[in-house]
């Protein structure tokens, strides 16, 4: 559901600093008939559904007149009236809804740098942790139809156990924190029923372990952890691809450019340009901006 205004205004005092003028004019530009743009990035999207919900959110605000989120490289551009909606407002809906802008490049490079660390991380403990259980539970598998003795079988089951719930604990971890934040906020994320699954999972076999009887599905749980893992962690490296190949056209746009006044040009800078605008491209040069090919 779309935030009221009044809601909007309560909390938006944390993002109040970028209201001010100077800070603003940093943050967001002009692009003409007395709108803004505003760019930045946010934590916590790990698929098209959030994306999703980003874009419902904002659009549902007053003064939003267009937004576009790349689920990818986790980036929103929000074109505005600052006349009807402050910055400060669109980063608090951003982050009521469980997303946290990131303002500063810097800042956010380091943040995905420690989440690539901490995602290969877990990928290696859950690859080491379900090869270990699923050794187990082939032992496991194969003793049911040779009469394995029992001690032997609760041998196993307890090896699993302990291999298997710190596992599924530290590397699925993000998946219980994302499952707790979508109930929290009332929604139903994809990290719900995955974290819901592996729960289960995983409780019905600890259960069974102490009781000593019943199944016990260390491996489905690890399985789970360690495929979903393996899932985000190349989700991450596709992201700092795509993030490179970003800031390698970035940094091909020229920092100037010619713009047509009546018969004459001015040279200005590219953040200057302004829809309507004529600009001259000689050959050679880069375009500056997108645009119509008049001649």
């Known amino acids: ?48 559904a959030c994306a999703w919900l980003i874009d419902r959110g904002l659009s549902a605000c007053d003064g939003v007149e267009d937004v576009s989120v790349d689920p990818v490289s986790r980036e929103v551009l929000v074109r505005f009236d600052p006349e009807r909606i402050r910055i ?29 660390r901490d995602e290969l991380k877990r990928l290696a403990v859950a690859g080491l942790g379900f090869a270990q259980v699923m050794t187990l539970s082939a032992a496991l598998y194969l003793g049911a139809f040779s009469a394995m003795d029992a001690s032997y079988a609760s041998f196993f089951v307890l090896a699993s156990m302990l291999i298997a719930t710190p596992v599924v604990l530290y590397s699925g971890a993000p998946i219980f924190r994302g499952a707790l934040t979508d109930l929290a906020r009332g929604r139903v994320g994809m990290d719900v029923p995955v974290g819901l699954a592996i729960s289960i999972a995983l409780g019905a076999s600890l259960l069974n372990a102490f009781r000593g ?32 190949l970003v800031s390698a056209l970035a ?45």
Not at 18 to 31: F, G, K, Q, Y
Not at 97 to 109: C, N, Q, W
Not at 268 to 292: I, K, S, W
Request: net charge negative; hydrophobic share 35%; glycine share 10%.
């Open 251 to 295: 940094e091909l746009r020229p920092l100037s450019a010619q713009r047509r006044q009546g018969k004459a040009l001015e040279r200005v800078g590219t953040v200057e340009l302004e829809a309507g605008d004529l600009v001259l491209v000689e050959p050679g040069e880069a375009v500056p901006a997108d645009g119509e090919l008049i001649s």
């Open 213 to 244: 009887t019943g199944h016990v599905y260390f491996d489905s749980a690890t399985m789970f952890v360690f495929f979903l893992t393996l899932g985000r962690f190349l989700e991450t490296r596709a992201r700092h691809k795509a993030g490179g």
């Open 1 to 48: 559901p779309a935030l009221k205004a009044t809601e909007r205004e309560g909390s938006a005092h944390a993002w109040a600093v970028c209201d001010r003028p100077e800070v603003e004019r940093r943050l967001a530009r002009s692009i003409g008939s007395g709108r803004k743009e505003l760019r930045y990035r946010v934590d916590g999207v790990n698929c098209a």
């Open 88 to 116: 400060s407002e669109i980063l608090d809906v951003t982050e009521r809804y469980g997303f946290v802008p990131r303002l500063g490049s810097g800042a956010t490079d380091d943040s995905d740098h420690r989440a690539a």
